[in-house]
């Protein structure tokens, strides 16, 4: 048993049940709301470990709730939108959600996000995280970054970015999360600077730049760090 309690938020009961299905059959605890206003009541109620939240919602849209949800609640927030746009992935992002799911999606995938925004949960306490796998080796603490057994050189300000990305391994950052957060909260600049650093660590990182394994795209929104799911990749794990 997971030992969580994750709430479902979503206006279609058939949803609700096929998600409390799937979650109940991974060992989590499922309570549900069929409205915003629920959810808010529910989250006070109950205390969940982690949220799924449909974008749209009938009294009050997903971010919007989501907004007045994080003034009680510090837990991951995982949208599910059929909405795929640019500004919607933004909007979730920017009202306190920690990922996103668009429909129609896998429940393979939907589970591995729910892990992941749990085990960042987890180990919020955890300032120094040590990624390991058998391609990549990054000691946040020690500031050292092996590739395939080789130690390699990365600028401070590459670093930074990677530390970043790799502190919340699995989630989403907005250019404007990156930028600000690694150059400073008054950066106003364009996100070229953000694109070059990123090209010079996949170089320095992936086997393929061309085709990362690691940094990837969140198109039109951001980068996503992600270990890869490969069976030789089945030993990363993260350590302090």
């Known amino acids: 048993m997971n030992n969580a309690t994750l709430l479902v938020v979503d206006d279609e009961p058939q949803i609700r049940r096929v ?27 109950e205390r969940p470990d982690l949220i799924l939240m449909d974008f749209n919602l009938p009294d009050m849209s997903g971010p919007e709730a989501c907004r007045k949800i994080r003034l009680s609640f510090a837990g991951p927030i995982i949208m599910v939108t059929v909405r795929n746009s640019e500004r919607d992935k933004i909007d979730a992002l920017d009202s306190g959600a920690d990922d996103y799911v668009v429909k129609p999606f896998v429940m393979g995938e939907l589970l591995a996000r729910v892990r992941a925004g749990l085990r960042r949960s987890s180990s919020s306490e955890e300032p120094l995280p040590k990624i390991e796998t058998p391609e990549l ?17 990365l600028t401070p300000r590459e670093f930074d ?19 600000q957060s690694v150059w400073g909260p008054d950066y106003r600049e364009e996100t070229e600077n953000l694109r070059v650093v990123i090209n010079q660590l996949r170089k320095k990182i992936e086997k393929d ?3 990362p394994r ?21 030993r990363a794990r993260r350590k302090l």
């Open 209 to 211: 730049a061309a085709h």
């Open 137 to 153: 080796t990054v000691d946040i603490e020690k500031r050292i970054v092996d590739v395939r057994g080789d130690r390699i050189h």
């Open 161 to 179: 970015v990677l530390r970043l990305l790799v502190t919340e391994e699995g989630k989403p950052l907005t250019y404007r999360k990156i930028l």
């Open 19 to 45: 998600l409390q299905a799937t979650l109940l059959n991974a060992g989590y605890d499922v309570v549900d709301a069929k409205n915003g206003q629920e959810g808010i009541e529910r989250v006070l109620r």
């Open 214 to 234: 690691f940094i990837l795209t969140e198109h039109c929104v951001g980068y996503r760090f992600q270990l890869p799911s490969e069976p030789q990749e089945k």
